[in-house]
């Protein structure tokens, strides 16, 4: 187990991420790319992107920027539903910085079987702060 947010966290996802292979993800996720600014952490303000289809530390060259706090990411990982996070987008609890047509692909994006494993395991290995 890795406590969420931490280096060994997202060293676990990237060996996970490797291991599950083929995603079979719809072109929408595989072309997507978004900052994630995760605050309220143990860590402090913990920097990530999503690119590939793959959750990875540190900011990119994404033309999106989420952020949110711990609890609000952590509830949408452990539902596996990105339209729950719509409800967390109405509340405030989730702002958006850039290209607001990412969330629009986001939201309407198919998540694959194998993608669902891969977010089962990285749950089960996954320790809250």
Do not use: C
């Amino acid at each position: 187990m890795a406590v969420f947010l931490t280096d060994d966290w997202f060293n676990e996802v990237d060996r996970l991420t490797s291991e599950a292979g083929d995603l079979n993800m719809s072109p929408a996720l595989a072309d997507m790319a978004l900052n994630l600014t995760i605050t309220d952490t143990a860590q402090g303000d913990v920097e990530a992107h999503l690119a590939n289809g793959s959750l990875k530390k540190g900011h990119t060259d994404a033309p999106t920027t989420i952020k949110l706090n711990e609890k609000t990411l952590g509830q949408i990982a452990q539902d596996g539903n990105f339209n729950s996070a719509m409800g967390a987008f109405m509340s405030g609890d989730i702002r958006i910085e850039g290209d607001m047509s990412q969330m629009m692909t986001l939201q309407s994006a198919k998540i694959s079987n194998e993608q669902k494993d891969l977010y089962k395991k990285i749950y089960a290995m996954t320790e809250q702060a």
